[in-house]
């Protein structure tokens, strides 16, 4: 079982060995890894630390959720406007 607070999207990219991450339920959580493994695993201690970041900062701390969902996709193309 992996053990999430929060759901995570994983992002392949154009790169093999490139892919990025980011938290829907966490604002400002996002990061960057090698490998599917490596972005679960640097998301685990990223989480911690990020919550650590906003309540040091006196910002809101969203619940955990219950149902954590990892998501695995490629990445979106950002639509210029």
Request: net charge negative; charged share 20%.
């Amino acid at each position: 079982m992996i053990e999430l607070r929060y759901s995570l999207v994983i992002e392949a990219t154009a790169e093999p060995d490139f892919f990025a991450f980011y938290s829907p339920d966490l604002e400002g959580f996002t990061g960057i890894g090698h490998s599917i493994e490596d972005c679960l695993y640097q998301a685990k201690w990223g989480m911690k630390e990020h919550l650590v970041l906003l309540k040091a900062q006196k910002l809101p701390i969203p619940p955990p959720n219950r149902n954590p969902k990892i998501l695995i996709q490629n990445e979106e193309a950002l639509v210029a406007t």
